[in-house]
Structures are given as C-alpha cells and as structure tokens.
C-alpha cells in the first residue's frame, strides 16, 4: 500500500511537470551551522558468522569524509551474560570473529567509546531468515528488473531486508598491448583492458508479508536497471543478501528508508524524528542514531550475460568522453609517456616500421582505476 | 398653483428618466439653516447649488427645517434636513430636486422619485392611485393595504413576506428592508423572508439587495399581514448597487468575522484555469490561508483543514475539490452566495471547530427556462434552469465535466497516455411553493473523480449530497424549517498490475442529519432562533479486498464506526439601543460512540502500542463506546460609537466529534477520517475576537480591525512516522495535542466606483504543543511548536478596475510567509548511504509565497432583451512566473542528499473561458 501510494505520487507530480509547466528547483537553504555530534551505530549481530560494527558520527560538511569513532570497544552480550568481542579492524570498523550464536538467546551490543561513554542497544530477539528460493529478473519498458521470492512455511519471519552486492565485467575504452616501464617500451605483463567493478546497495530494500495469508513473497522487486546499463555490457552479476527483521525492527528500518528516499513529496508524510534502540546508559535524552538487530543471513545470486538482452544493442560504456588515441613519434615517447596518467596502447607503423606509438589518459584505459582486475572467486 | 406644479412634475418625469440620488458628484453645500420654512431652505439651497427646486408650497406648508452642515454633498444636507419631517426629495439628472410630501402621497400624488421605474409608472399609467391587497407586490407606485382597516391590536403591526426577483422569482438573499422614518429594518434570510414591525400606518419600505435595482413599496399598514414583493433584476449587477444595499453592514451589522461574497464578485477573481473557483476566492479573505499551492484545503484563523463545515444547502461536504485540489468541486454557475464564518459562528451550525463555509445555490428561474453555461481549457459546464409549474416552483440543474484525459491521451510520455485522469459533478436543486404558508426544496449534488496513473493504480472518489427542506410559515412572526440531508464521500485505489498482490482499498463515509430550525421575530427588539438537530454518522475506514484468483492480498477490513451526534440551540438578537446589540446563544451538543465494535485495552500509564494491548471489549451494535457532550457558547456584542463606526466583540465555543487524519504536507485523498471514540476525544475550540469597524466616504471604503486569540483542546497531531491507513490501533499512532492560535487582520474594502477590490494583512500564529504522555510521543520536548497552517505574514490585494460596462480588469496579489518545515541538520553514513538527521519538528520555513494574476472580463452587449449574453474571461495566473514552492523535499541520490522545490505553477498560466447565458 505505501509503495502504490509513492508510485501514484510519482506520476501525479510528472504529469504536473508536463501539464502545468511545473518545475523542480535545488532547495539549498543556509547551510545550518549546528554542533551536533551525534553517534552512528551500523552494523547486525550475525548469528552465523563474523559481526561487523561500524561506528561514525553524524557530519555536518558536504565534502568532509565521514568521521569514525576509533578506539571504541564493541561487545555482543546475550541475555545469559556470555560476551563476544568485537576487535577494531580498522579505525570505525569492529569485527568479530566468525560466531555461531543460538537463536534461543537474545542479544545486544555494548559500546564503550575512547571518551568514556558507555551505549547499549536493547535485548533483541534472535532471528532465523529463511532462504531466498529465487532471484530473477525481467526486460521490460522500465529496464532491467530484478526480483527477489522468499516464503517462509512456519509464517513467522514476515518482514525482510535485502542488500546486495552487484559485480560486473567491463572493459576500458582502448586495449593497451604495450606498457612503458622504467624508460622501455615492452609487451604489457598484465591487461588493463578487462576488470570486474563492484557496488553495494545503498537504498533499503524492505519486504512484509504481514498482510498476506501466508509468509510468501513473490517478485518482490529489487533493483532496476536501466536496460543500456553498462552494468550489462558483459556481464552482470548480483548476490542479494536477505535478513529477516522483527516487526519493530521493520518499522525502523521503513521509517529511515522514508525519511531518506522519499520526502517532501507531492503527498509524503512529513520528516519524522528517528529513535534507534541504541542508548546512551548516562544520559538517554542523547539521540543515537542506528537499530542494532540480530538474525542469520541468506545469500543467493544471479547472473545476467549479455546474451540473454538480445533486443538492446548498444550499452553505455562509462567511456563515452574518451577521445580518439593520440600518435606519439619515437622521439617524442620519453617525454609523453613518461607521464602516469598517459598510457600507450599499440604501436603505430609506416610500411612495417614503427614510427611512434597510440596513446590515451589512463583513465581511457586502463580499467583498474574503475574496477579490479582480479576475476572474484564467484565468477563462471 | 397646485395643478401647475403637478403638471410640470409629470412633463418632466415624462421627458427624462430620473436616477436615484448618490450616484453623480454632487455640489457641496455648507450653512446654517435655523428654523427655516422648506420655501426658504430650497430658496438657499438653489443658490448655493444651482439645482431647480421644485414642490408644492401648500404640501410643505408649515415644515420647519433646522440644520448646520459644513461642505456636505446635497442629497446628505436634503436627507438630514427633511428626515424629521414628512417632505421627501427626488433628485434627476438635470439637476432638478422635487420636494413633497409623504403623507400627501399616499392619497392624492406618488411624489417620490427615489427609481426610475416608479416614474415611468406614474406617467404612464392612470391608475397611480390603485389599492392592492394581496398578491405580488411588484409596482413601487402603487398602494399596498396590509391587515383589515381597524384589525390592528396595538399601536404596531407586523408585516411580513419575501423579496423574488421578478424575472426568475429567485429569492433575494441578505437584501434590506427599511423604513427611515422612524429607522426600522431587517434583512431578508436565505429564505428571501422579512418581517418588519411598524407603527400602524402608511410607511414606504425601502428595498436595496445585491443584484437587485433599489426601489420601495408603499404600504398602509392596518394590521398584521403579508407582503410579497418582487423587484427588478440589476442586470449587470454594478458594484454600486450591490455595495449600496449593504453599505453599513460592516458598521451596523451585529454579525463579525463573516464574510460574504455574492457569485458576482467570485467570478472577478482570476483562477488558474480560468474556472470561476469558490474555494480560491474564499482564500483571498483575511484570517483564510491555503495550505498549499493548488490544493483548495484551508486554514481559517490558525485552525487545521478538517475544521471547516463546508455546507452545500445544508448537506455537509466532505472532499470540495476535484484532481487533488486544482479545481473546486462546486458548479459556479448554481450558487447563489458563499458565506465564510470565522468567529461569532451562529448556534444554528456546529459540529467543526474553525468555521463555516455555507455555500447556497439559487432556486431556478420561475417565470421561464434559462440556461447558462462556459467552455474552457480543462473544462465546461452546463446549467439549464425553469419554472415546472410557473411561479410556484422551479428547477435548476448544472453540470459540469473536464476532458483531462483527451489531453493525457495526446502527451508523448508512455507512463501519461497510459494515464487517466477525469472528474464531473452535477448538481440539481427544485423548489416547489405548495401554498402560501409551506415550501418544499431538494438539492441533490454528486461529484466524481477517477485517476488511472501509468495502467497500474486506479483511483477514484466522490460526494453524494442530498437534502430535502420543509419550510412552514406559522405565523408572519414565526417560521420553522425542516431539513433532512445525506451526504456521502467514499474512494476506492485499486491496483491490478501484479496479479499476486492485485488489491482494491476503499474507503466510506456516510452521514444522514435531521434537524428543525425555527426563526421567531418576537418584536423589532428580539429575533429569536431556535432548533435541534441529530446526525448519524456511519464510518467505514479502510477495507482491503484481493482482486483476481491470484492475489495472495488477505483481505483486511477495519470494520465499521458509529456516532451520533445531537445538539439543542436557542440564540437571541436584542438590539438593547440602537447603539448597542448582543447576540446570545447557547448549544448544547451530545456524541456517542456507538458498536458494533472491537476496542483494544491498553496498559495503564504507558505510551499506547501494539506491545501494550492487554484485552479486546467488543461492543454489540447500538451499544455506547463512548459519550461526549458539553455546552457551546456563541456571544457577540455590537455597540455602535457613531453612524460610521462601531465595536464588535464576540466569542465562541466548538466542539468537533470527527476528525480528518492526514500527516502528509498536502492535502490527500486518501486522507481519512476518523469519529471520536474512546481514545480519540472530540475537539474542542475557544475563541475571543474582539475588532472595529469603521466606514469612510459614505460607506463606500469600509475599514476593519479585527483580532482573535483561540485556544484548541485535543487537537489531532500524530507520532512520529504515523501509521494511518488500514491502522487498526489508530489510536496508537494519534496524539491529542493542545492548539493555540491568535492574530490581528486589517482589512481596507473599497466597493463602488472604477476601482474597488479589498486589501487585507494578517498577522496571526498558529502553534502546538504536544506533551501528554511519554517522551516518545512528545513531539519537540513537549515545547509549543508551529503548526503546518503557521503563516505570520499575510498580505492579499483583491483589485479590480472598470474600464467601461462591458470591459473590466482584475488584478490580485497574494503574500505569505512561507509555511513551516522540518529541516535535515545534518547527515550521517549508515547501510551504504548518507543519510539525514531532521530538525525539531516544523523548526524553520520553506521561501516566502508571493503570486500575481490578472484577468480580463469582457461582456458582450447589455440588452435587456438579447436572446443569449455571453462573456470572455482572459486570464494569466502567476503574472510574474515566480516559482512557489509548492513543496520542499530531499532525496538521497547516490549516496548524497540534495534538497528540492516543487513548484507546480511555475510560469505564468494563461486561459481563456467563454462563459454564455440565455
């Protein structure tokens, strides 16, 4: 229902763009100097493996990175009193390790930052996420949609989040067969021209089924694509991770995703204060930001070749600004190709002689500056 | 000598027609007339003004006249002279005054020339001297006998009747009735019913109302008895006339914070679409706030948009906007008057918190069939209108139809032409006259819209209104109206795409009313009102039925609600003194819950959740939930400190038992509403207003200060992130906050000449505090914080200017500070994005609102007699192109925030309208 409702106000507000001459303009109001320093909780309790935990404050420049909050101590703690450690990987970042936690227990976690303060999150109930049963995927006008199914035969997960990681296989604009080493032109070692890039979700993907008869969820949309993604171009792949919530987790969860992705909207509700089920054991008026929950994970992925798109032609290649190669004449390698961001790509003769060599930004060709070369362990 | 006065009258009345006084600019006059014979007084005033003076010197025999008046027009200086005594004057165009006598009059001469008609008659007919008992009065020249010579019982007698207009026999609404000498008057009601207590005798009634030509009656008065009376249609009903006819209500009326605005003046008002639109006039009125660009909701003084009965003859109006608010779900072409209460809301209404909005259609031409009708961009509409039995009843039916979805059908993008988007309503109102003493009236009105947005949600909802009035006439001092009126609104959304989750939600709310009104004229001190009413109200929330074998979609249902809700009124208007009058009014109104329900339990002393639930009570059908009930005082004082000015005060107590539940920026559809019942407890609002008034010009530039401070109890505001549709624990995700709201509205009305239009400015707040409970349902600590509908600043210029009868040109603007909001403060990076953290709640404000339109009106020829009249409205809305915001929002976009304004008017938006009548 409230995704029918955002899809209806989607519409009704383009049709008011095209028929009233309406007009969507940056809203950039004063940027508000406020020293809030609030902390930010990331992370689950995985029942079947290593928990990560990340932990942050809340920033108030654009541009800045985010600030972690290092040297903290992170413990998962269940209601029988036994502790797992959460050793700080790197700055913000606490990982335990691999654990495999009963789900007759509850859970929650300590945070004991290098300031002193103390937070907990509340006792949460251990959940068991059934499997994905399907992730599949559909051409149509919009583009590529993914879906995900899941069904649950003891009706009791109801609710769902889902990540995923996305993988696909590109390649650069120009394939360079030649590299410039050390002053020398020599055949190049290793190819730049074929790399996997990588991205995470970064929208919440949220599922109930509270409102069926039964816990099944069928084609539960995930993803879009636009169908000349250059995601495609090759070969795409996609492991969705799926989580099962409780319903207050749910809510949470839902409330975040509407505070951040949709708002203000020709009939949205208004921004809503968020409170997590973390806390500040002195001083409970503290806003803390983040919901830690705790449950397994299941995992299921998907490949889609290029093979399978027959009716789209063309992709995007990410390389469309890469101009045509430059020819470099001998004399003027050293001083050319000297230069990390030039790269050569092949050599240039004139009557079986070479007079110079092809040559591009790096940027137009070597692909490790978008991906790695390094073929993931998943991959056919 | 007498005879060759009189034949001189009558060859000048012959020559030319006369025009009645004030409308030409008129000499000064200055001096001290002292005991001065009429002879001598015209004699002077000939001197000083060179008009001819013409009278009978043996009719004005013995007339004394004492006045000392310093560069005054004439017709003010000949008013004042002669009021006390038994002259009166006439003034024409050729600068000739004529003196006679009143008494003299009704025997022997019509001497008075206040209307053109009156003249025409005279001199054209024989029988000046004709007595009328009965029927309609429709001659101003001739002499209407009331009561049977000798039947009067006192000194007094009451007449009483209705004012038609002669061509279409539609009662005049809000006209005076008056005689000067001495001053008496009452307005006609919504009935077009007067009564008038005089002293036994020969009187003249004068008659002024909108659209409507000045003229009077002639009475002998012998005992009780009634007057019919029909008068001229103004034809094009020039501001003059109709600022004329209630010139000093703004001073002498005892009613404050009303506004009425008559269909004439709605239609100057440029709209969006050129459409004439009630509501957006409505919105142009101080203390009167949008809640948003291109939604009709509306704030009035600080209070939310559920708070506004909108009565359309009575029937309650549920949704008064067709396409989420860009057009106003009322046919302009049936309604009669628009009237907007805002404080000192009359005892006869209840049952919402801010104010009344009664929206009156016209009764149909009675004398012949008419039609009227206009095309424009987006829409055309249709009214036909006649007798069924000539005279004694009539009909008139409008409709109106848009083809938005021929447009949406042409526009290239795919997700549009699969889209749908249409709305009609059509309005039918019979008024059938049974015999002298009873009327029977029926309006019927339904209004649908339908949306189909990219083939997958359909969306449709519509009103069904429906009333039937009984009006008996008891005596000429008592009458009684029984009404009985159904309305219903209802929507349903249903979406098919996707066969496993294929589902229809609808959504009904119907109410059936009765209630007896009774209006008593006990003498010209006291006008007595009184009545009951009862009202049923049937609630169907929210009900989610699959669609198609497929659908896993479990049906979800959250039943039904009941209430009822009676009240008793009695309100009294007692002109004390002539300065000074009170209004005094007390209802007293009852609310019950009623089953068949299920009512969660919840634990004592903590924040309501679904986690607290302790029991379920069902209650069986008819069985009392929950009962309310509480007196609501209606006071207003009126002391009146010169003929020019004057100080009202007032104050009221409401009390509302259903509540609209919308948490979202705008106005939606799907917005719900919800009865009082256990949890949710009536509203209750008081307001004090306390304002002057004061007329300058001969009461064409009527001036106001009006200032009010309102306290609102059980306000509805919602938790954060609320839960409204297909919530069965509602009441979890309901707070009833405390409202308060005050301000001040100056307001400059100039209503005659080339210019007129009015210019107000409001400052006002509106604030809310919620701090009941836990710290989880306080919203800002528990602190008062702005309300959506808080605009401090408000400045609106309603203009118009007439370049000719047939050409004239209007301009508003419109100022606002901008509404408030809740703003992002700062942004964290949590499950791959960065995110927002939001303000306190409406913490800070979107831009300041600012909009010119302008139009044009151009009139085809003013022939009385032409077969069809016809108009074109020109009109540009948003002159200046500025882009409003119409809303404020944020999306995270690859992992960035950025901040957006939706304007949705955000260039200048011409129409044209063709509008014809025949």
């Known amino acids: ?380 | 000598m007498k005879l060759v006065y009189r034949i001189i009258l009558l060859l000048l009345c012959a020559l030319g027609s006369l025009r009645s006084y004030g409308q030409h600019t008129e000499p000064l006059v200055s001096g001290s007339f002292q005991n001065l014979s009429v002879e001598e007084f015209a004699r002077q005033l000939q001197a000083q003004t060179r008009y001819r003076f013409f009278f009978d010197s043996t009719a004005v025999q013995g007339v004394k006249v004492n006045l000392q008046v310093q560069a005054q027009p004439l017709s003010r200086v000949l008013q004042q002279a002669l009021a006390p005594t038994t002259v009166r004057y006439a003034v024409d165009e050729d600068h000739n005054v004529f003196l006679t006598s009143g008494t003299a009059l009704t025997t022997t001469l019509p001497g008075n020339f206040f209307q053109p008609g009156a003249v025409a008659d005279v001199a054209a007919t024989a029988d000046t001297l004709t007595t009328i008992r009965g029927g309609r009065a429709t001659s101003p020249a001739k002499l209407y006998e009331i009561g049977r010579p000798g039947a009067a019982k006192g000194a007094t007698a009451t007449v009483a009747g209705h004012i038609r207009e002669a061509k279409s026999g539609e009662p005049v609404l809000g006209a005076s009735v008056y005689i000067t000498s001495p001053s008496i008057g009452a307005s006609t009601d919504q009935f077009g019913y007067y009564a008038l207590t005089l002293p036994v005798g020969a009187h003249i009634l004068n008659i002024r109302g909108i659209g409507i030509k000045n003229t009077q009656r002639r009475i002998q008065l012998h005992a009780d008895g009634k007057l019919e009376v029909e008068v001229e249609e103004d034809i094009t009903a020039l501001k003059e006339v109709r600022v004329e006819a209630e010139k000093d209500k703004n001073v002498a009326g005892l009613q404050m914070g009303v506004e009425k605005l008559d269909i004439k003046t709605i239609r100057q008002v440029p709209t969006a679409f050129g459409e004439t639109d009630i509501l957006r006039v409505v919105l142009t009125l101080p203390g009167v706030k949008s809640i948003g660009e291109g939604s009709t909701g509306i704030s009035v003084r600080g209070g939310a948009t559920d708070q506004n009965l909108i009565l359309f003859n009575d029937a309650t109006v549920y949704s008064p906007s067709h396409l989420f608010g860009f057009f106003s779900a009322f046919n302009p072409d049936i309604l009669k008057t628009v009237e907007l209460y805002k404080s000192a809301i009359p005892a006869r209404y209840g049952g919402r918190l801010s104010s009344v909005l009664d929206i009156a259609t016209r009764d149909g031409n009675k004398k012949k069939l008419a039609g009227s009708g206009g095309i424009g961009l987006l829409t055309s509409r249709l009214t036909l209108e006649g007798p069924i039995v000539k005279d004694k009843s009539s009909f008139i039916i409008g409709g109106r139809s848009s083809y938005s979805d021929w447009i949406l059908r042409r526009l290239p993008d795919r997700s549009l032409k699969e889209s749908a988007a249409s709305f009609y309503d059509v309005s039918a109102h019979i008024s059938h006259e049974l015999d002298e003493k009873n009327t029977l009236y029926a309006t019927g009105y339904l209004s649908r819209d339908r949306f189909k947005l990219a083939s997958d949600t359909a969306y449709a909802y519509q009103n069904r209104n429906a009333s039937l009035k009984w009006r008996h006439t008891f005596n000429n001092t008592l009458y009684g109206v029984l009404t009985a009126t159904g309305s219903q609104y209802g929507y349903e959304v249903t979406s098919e795409k996707n066969p496993v989750s294929a589902s229809a939600l609808a959504f009904n709310l119907a109410q059936v009313g009765l209630q007896a009104d009774f209006s008593y004229f006990r003498n010209a001190q006291h006008t007595v009102d009184f009545g009951a009413s009862t009202l049923r109200y049937r609630l169907r929330p929210g009900r989610l039925t699959p669609q198609g074998p497929e659908s896993l979609v479990e049906p979800d249902d959250l039943g039904r609600e009941q209430g009822q809700e009676s009240a008793l009124y009695v309100s009294d208007r007692w002109d004390v003194t002539p300065r000074l009058a009170v209004s005094v009014g007390l209802r007293y109104s009852l609310y019950q819950s009623l089953g068949a329900r299920d009512v969660y339990e919840y634990a004592p002393g903590v924040a309501r959740s679904v986690y607290t639930i302790t029991d379920t009570v069902h209650y069986g059908a008819g069985k009392t939930i929950a009962t309310y009930h509480g007196p609501e005082y209606r006071l207003g004082l009126k002391y009146a400190l010169s003929d020019r000015s004057s100080l009202k005060a007032s104050y009221n107590r409401t009390r509302q038992y259903i509540h609209q539940l919308s948490n979202t920026a705008s106005l939606s559809p799907t917005d719900t509403w919800k009865l009082s019942d256990a949890y949710v407890r009536p509203q209750v609002g008081d307001q004090f207003s306390v304002g002057y008034y004061r007329n300058f010009r001969n009461n064409t530039i009527e001036t106001s200060v009006e200032t009010y401070y309102k306290f609102m109890h059980d306000f509805v505001d919602y938790i954060s992130g609320a839960s409204l549709l297909l919530n069965h624990h509602l009441e979890t995700d309901i707070i009833n906050a405390e409202g308060k709201a005050y301000g001040v509205e100056f307001s400059v009305k100039k209503s005659t000449g080339k210019i007129n239009g009015w210019l107000s400015y409001t400052y006002s707040r509106s604030l809310v505090r919620a701090n009941a409970g836990t710290p989880a349902e306080q919203i800002n600590g528990g602190k008062y914080y702005p309300s959506n509908f808080d605009k401090p600043h408000d400045v609106t210029l309603a203009g118009n200017y007439r370049f000719s009868r047939r050409f004239s040109t209007s301009l508003n603007f419109n100022y606002s500070t901008g509404r408030p909001i809740t703003l992002p403060l700062t942004t964290y990076y949590l499950e791959g994005a960065t995110r927002v953290f939001y303000s306190d709640r409406n913490a800070y404000r979107v831009p300041d609102y600012y909009r010119v339109d302008f139009a044009m009106n151009i009139e085809g020829g003013h022939k009385a007699k032409k077969l069809a009249h016809s108009s074109w409205t020109l009109s540009v809305y948003n002159l200046t192109g500025r882009r409003n915001p119409y809303s404020v929002y944020f999306k995270a976009q690859n992992g960035k925030i950025n901040g957006y304004q939706l304007s949705i008017f955000g260039q200048p938006i011409p129409s044209v309208t063709y509008n014809f009548k025949f």
């Not at chain 1, 106000?9 to 950039?28: H, I, Q």
């Not at chain 1, 300031?115 to 949460?124: A, F, H, N, R």
């Not at chain 1, 929208?203 to 084609?219: K, N, W």
């Not at chain 1, 969705?240 to 951040?260: D, G, I, R, S």
Request: overall charge negative; charged content about 20%; proline content about 6%.
């Open chain 1, 1 to 380: 229902m409230i995704r029918f409702n955002s899809r209806l106000r989607n519409y009704l507000a383009g049709a008011l763009v095209l028929l009233l001459g309406s007009c969507v303009d940056k809203f950039e109001p004063e940027v508000l100097d406020t020293p809030q320093n609030y902390l930010v909780v990331d992370g689950f309790i995985n029942l079947s493996g290593p928990t990560t935990i990340r932990l942050s404050r809340t920033k108030n420049e654009a541009d800045a990175p985010v600030p972690v909050e290092a040297a903290a101590t992170v413990t998962v703690l269940d209601d029988a009193g036994a502790a797992y450690p959460l050793p700080e990987q790197q700055p913000g970042t606490y990982q335990s390790a691999p654990l495999n936690l009963s789900s007759d227990h509850r859970y929650r976690l300590r945070i004991r930052t290098a300031s002193g303060k103390e937070y907990e999150s509340d006792l949460v109930a251990a959940r068991q996420t059934p499997p994905i049963d399907k992730v599949s995927w559909e051409l149509n006008n919009r583009g590529v949609q993914i879906y995900v199914s899941t069904h649950d035969e003891a009706n009791a997960t109801r609710y769902y989040r889902w990540r995923y990681e996305e993988t696909w296989l590109f390649h650069s604009a120009y394939q360079s067969g030649v590299e410039y080493v050390d002053g020398t032109m020599q055949q190049r070692q290793e190819g730049i021209y074929y790399c996997w890039g990588s991205e995470n979700s970064t929208a919440i993907q949220l599922g109930s089924t509270s409102r069926l008869s039964q816990d099944v969820l069928t084609d539960a949309p995930l993803r879009l694509l636009e169908s000349n993604s250059l995601k495609l171009g090759i070969k795409y792949s996609i492991l969705v991770k799926q989580y099962a919530l409780t319903a207050e987790e749910f809510a949470y969860w839902e409330k975040l995703k509407k505070n951040t992705e949709s708002l203000g909207g020709l009939f949205d509700p208004q921004p809503t204060q968020l409170t997590g089920n973390v806390h500040n054991l002195a001083d409970t008026a503290e806003p803390v930001i983040g919901y830690v929950g705790a449950a397994t994970v299941t995992e299921k992925r998907l490949f889609i070749d290029r093979t399978e798109l027959g009716s789209i032609l063309r992709f995007k290649t990410g390389y469309e600004d890469c101009g045509n190669p430059d020819t470099v004449l001998l004399a003027d390698v050293p001083a050319y190709f000297s230069r990390p961001n030039l790269l050569p790509i092949e050599g240039v003769y004139v009557a079986r002689t070479l007079i110079g060599y092809t040559g591009n930004p790096a940027v137009c060709v070597d692909c490790r500056l978008r991906g790695t070369t390094v073929k993931p362990d998943f991959w056919p």
